[in-house]
């Protein structure tokens, strides 16, 4: 997309933005090359900070080509923030509603109109306990498919050293280096053609995470686990463990209840016995009298 348009709304964003991510985060970008110069494409990147929109926003927009990235619904209120969401063009999600749906219509039409949308497949920041790339969600293979434009995987690194996943105070010294690296466009050829299937479209987020992924290695110069994490995966993990744990716990209670009940009964045995001796001494002393 040509600078001239740009437009106003997105043009103050970076009069605002810049001057505080120049001076917070050095910056050591690559792959700028491999944006396209025009035409609808798609960006897929990874998300471990609350800042790296911010950061990944000004490496865009230094390539000339802005993304409208896809975000709640609850952003587009009112107020400052709202009005800047709506004038940059970024584009509402409405999770859990009839509305679900508009989001990838909107980036459809985005794509179509030679703009780039940018994609966090992920849907939120990773879970992944060192910072990879976890399983992502199908509404950027879903936008590819449909358009058949290009897929460029992008990986950062560095935001989430200024501002951690979930954390509330930013870790300003010593001043953080934010990396991006982009890839050439993913190869979904194959995809074409056929019917979009959940299957395919699990198999298609996977080409393009394993993209987006091997872009990350690169930069942090180490490999990303086998299997990407699962936050679905580890929750049925940690309901089974809970489970295991109180049915031990259960277990461990009535093996125990079990053991006072049983010195309870010898107790009163032995109690037992002892009052029938008083009894019968006490009978054998009224006897001899």
């Known amino acids: 997309m040509p600078r001239r348009r740009i437009g106003f709304w997105y043009r103050f964003a970076a009069v605002l933005c810049k001057p505080w991510l120049v001076v917070l985060i050095k910056r050591d970008w690559r792959g700028m090359e491999h944006i396209p110069a025009d ?41 400052f923030v709202g009005a800047a969401m709506r004038g940059t063009g970024q584009i509402p999600v409405y999770r859990e509603s009839t509305d679900a749906l508009s989001a990838f219509r909107a980036a459809i039409d985005a794509v179509e109109r030679g703009e780039c949308v940018a994609f966090y497949p992920e849907g939120t920041l990773t879970r992944d306990p060192d910072g990879w790339p976890m399983t992502a969600k199908t509404g950027a293979a879903r936008v590819a498919l449909q358009t058949k434009c290009p897929v460029i995987p992008v990986a950062q690194w560095g935001a989430n050293e200024l501002l951690p996943p979930y954390a509330r105070k930013p870790n300003l010294l010593p001043r953080k280096t934010h990396h991006v690296l982009a890839g050439p466009p993913v190869d979904l050829t194959r995809f074409y053609g056929h019917e979009m299937t959940p299957e395919l479209l699990k ?54 209840q079990s053991g006072a009940d049983d010195a309870a009964g010898t107790d009163g045995a032995v109690s037992g016995r002892g009052r029938s001796s008083t009894a019968n001494t006490s009978h054998e002393g009224e006897n001899s009298k």
Request: aromatic letters at 8%; hydrophobic letters at 35%; zero cysteines.
């Open 39 to 79: 035409g609808g494409f798609i960006t897929a990147v990874n998300h471990n900070s609350h800042v790296d929109p911010f950061a990944y926003a000004h490496f865009q927009y230094n390539s000339g080509r802005v993304p409208r990235f896809l975000a709640k619904s609850g952003l587009f209120k009112e107020g």
């Open 203 to 256: 198999e298609a987020t996977e080409v393009i995470m394993a993209a987006v992924t091997a872009q990350l290695e690169e930069i942090r110069g180490e490999k990303a686990p086998a299997t990407p994490y699962d936050p679905r995966r580890e929750r049925i993990e940690q309901r089974r463990r809970t489970r295991a744990q109180t049915g031990a716990g259960s277990a461990a209670e009535a093996r125990a």
